[in-house]
């Protein structure tokens, strides 16, 4: 499946010199607005999020360059994200600043779905104005773009893609492509496989490209996210886990203080590799293709919207939803209802004095046995894991609305703990002295697509313990699958919110279980590797080999799989058929081992020189 990124921006015949517009997420300062990029393939668009926890955040400022005099209507890209819900009242309000006046009408409070919103009118001088938006609640008040036009006829139009609009030469629009090289392996997403693939190729002398849609890497294991890392790291003769090792968190509790989560750790390694190029903050959203195979990877630049084209000869959808495969039309598989949800974890501590937080008429009202209290530990209490829906919305055209679900239900959670005496029992203040600390506006997702590779790993292959002559990284979580929780399904009725976790024998812990690396590349797509919850396997499959400290190990072995490949210059599925033993050898080597240059590893593997 494919999906176009749909934007509602300009149609090209309406576009003239007296109508531009300003990104959102391209604000020079964005105060205390944050910049999400989680759902680009369903909206169409970074956007920048009012994420207060109910309190008003900063102004977000800007300057915009104006053609021309003139009287400009102006617009705003937004979202009514609870009346989406189906909720009344509007939680995310919020207005537009022209140089210094803010614009007559409210936004935010409009349409339940992404459309331009009018602002208001304002008389503008050519040259530089002021832009401030301008939070009214502090509850997820969302902007995508800001829209001028003087033309009094002017409407824009419902829909373009994106490439559309970067066809558009018009201020504020992206226009033209900049090469950014080309290179061995390119890896599409940062999270644990995406920085295990990246460092382990790097390390065998291949160039390798990073790309990253957020400013962290990590993915769920990041403190945006702050999924602690699971998985063993069983005996083996392959010491997979050791690049692994030198990123993974030691964090206290899932969620648990930012700094556990060592961001700063693992950029330092990626960093360290001078054979990785680390593209922090490009969004990919399409590729080239030539000949069945994949040549490039279109990405775009989120804080300065310039457009990159990010060349190479293997690439690796590290995406965790697939996005990659699916544009490249890889063999992929999807499962239409009851899958794992999404997550937005969420903190509570006390504070030495009481704390306010105001009823919102959007917010449903829950009794305590509506909801699971947030239990305390290490001193702050945590919504966990199970805070998840989504079971049934599509997870990439309604994730969107899977994580505001997410949201209403924590707020409204958190309103009946502070102001309607839920749990009251549970705190000697009876909550009177907590307050909301952090929630997770980048959902951690469990389930979208599996790409099919030459093998599908199935729950029988992996209870039955059946061995494979080309297994690698093991896996050691149990058989791990979520459906929602009978007790509270109707909570909100036919929105589930909490889950429960079916853990299913058959892996050993201790040993775990060697996954085949037939798993680790497209059937279809001869030049696609991937590491991930997206790889080949069926559904029971995936209730073991999707945490973190797993993924990272599948990274590794494709990593080295991708430098070997580059120097035989065969396919994946050659290095299977053709170049088994050799891969192997590259699999046995230590974390730290490496060549310079692919040249080096050729000398090495040709027996022309020893292994350093």
């Known amino acids: 499946m494919k999906y176009l990124i749909p934007i509602s921006l300009l149609a090209a015949a309406q576009i003239h010199a007296a109508t531009f517009l300003v990104e959102a997420e391209q604000f020079s300062d964005k105060g205390g607005w944050g910049i999400d990029t989680q759902f680009i393939e ?26 021309e005099d003139g009287s400009y209507r102006v617009w705003v890209r937004t979202l009514d994200w609870t009346k989406r819900l189906g909720r009344p009242a509007s939680a995310g309000r919020f207005k537009l600043s022209v140089n210094g006046a803010a614009l007559a009408n409210e936004l ?3 349409e339940p779905k992404w459309t ?39 409407s824009p139009p419902a829909d373009a893609t994106f490439e559309e609009r970067t066809a558009w030469e018009i201020p504020g629009v992206p226009s033209g492509i900049e090469d950014a090289g080309n290179f061995d392996l390119v890896v599409v997403g940062g999270g644990y496989g995406g920085i295990g693939a990246a460092v382990s190729a790097a390390r065998m002398g291949a160039k390798v490209a990073l790309i990253q849609n957020r400013n962290v890497l990590g993915g769920n294991g990041s403190s945006e996210i702050r999924v602690w890392a699971m998985g063993n790291y069983p005996p083996s003769e392959y010491p997979l886990d050791e690049i692994i090792r ?6 206290s509790a899932s969620p648990a203080p930012a700094e556990e989560f060592v961001d700063d750790k693992k950029e330092k390694v990626v960093r360290a590799e001078k054979n990785i190029s680390l593209f922090l903050g490009h969004h990919a959203y399409g590729l080239d293709m030539a000949d069945g195979k994949i040549s490039a990877v279109k990405a775009v630049d989120i804080d300065a919207g310039k457009i990159k084209r990010i060349s190479g000869k293997f690439f690796c959808d ?4 697939g996005f990659i495969a699916m544009w490249s039309g890889a063999d992929t598989k999807f499962t239409e209802k009851g899958r794992m949800g999404m997550s937005n974890m969420w903190i509570w501590e006390n504070q030495p004095e009481a704390v306010f937080f105001r009823e919102q008429p959007w917010m449903y009202k829950f009794a305590a046995d509506d909801f699971p209290y947030p239990k305390v530990r290490h001193g702050f209490g945590h919504a966990e894991w199970f805070w998840e829906s989504g079971y049934d919305n599509h997870p990439v055209k309604e994730l969107e609305n899977t994580r505001d679900l997410n949201h209403l239900a ?3 959670a958190w309103n009946s703990i502070k102001n309607h005496g839920a749990y009251a029992e549970r705190d000697e203040k009876k909550h009177a002295n907590s307050a909301l600390t952090w929630m997770a506006y980048i959902g951690g997702t469990r389930e979208t697509v599996q790409i099919l590779g030459d093998i599908i790993l199935t729950g029988d292959d992996v209870r039955g313990k059946k061995d494979f002559p080309d297994a690698t990284f093991k896996t050691t979580w149990s058989i791990d699958l979520h459906y929602p929780v009978e007790k509270y399904k109707d909570t909100i009725p036919g929105k589930p919110f909490i889950a429960r976790a079916v853990h299913g024998p058959g892996v050993d812990k201790k040993v775990g279980y060697a996954v085949p690396y037939r798993t680790l590349y497209s059937r279809n797509i001869p030049n696609l590797f991937m590491a991930g919850r997206n790889i080949s396997v069926e559904r029971d499959a995936l209730g073991t080999i999707r945490v973190m400290k797993t993924i990272g190990m599948m990274g590794v072995t494709v990593g080295r799989a991708a430098a070997l490949a580059t120097v035989r210059d065969c396919t994946p599925r ?32 040709d027996g022309q020189r020893k292994k350093p």
């Open 42 to 67: 369903s909206m169409g668009s970074p956007y920048l999020i009012a994420h207060g926890l109910g309190k008003p955040v900063p102004d977000a400022t800007t300057e915009a360059d104006v053609p």
């Open 108 to 110: 935010g409070s409009g």
């Open 116 to 154: 331009w919103q009018l602002a208001g009118q304002t008389e503008l001088k050519a040259g530089k104005a002021k832009l401030a938006l301008q939070d009214l609640t502090g509850f997820n008040g969302r902007a995508d773009a800001v829209l001028f036009s003087s033309d009094p006829s002017f």
């Open 246 to 251: 030198e990123i993974e968190d030691k964090a």
């Open 318 to 321: 590290c995406t965790g939803h």
């Open 410 to 412: 924590s707020f409204s």
């Open 574 to 605: 050659e290095i299977y058929e053709k170049h088994l033993d050799e891969v192997k050898t590259l699999w046995k080597m230590k974390g730290a081992d490496r060549f310079e240059t692919l040249a080096e590893l050729e000398q090495s593997l």
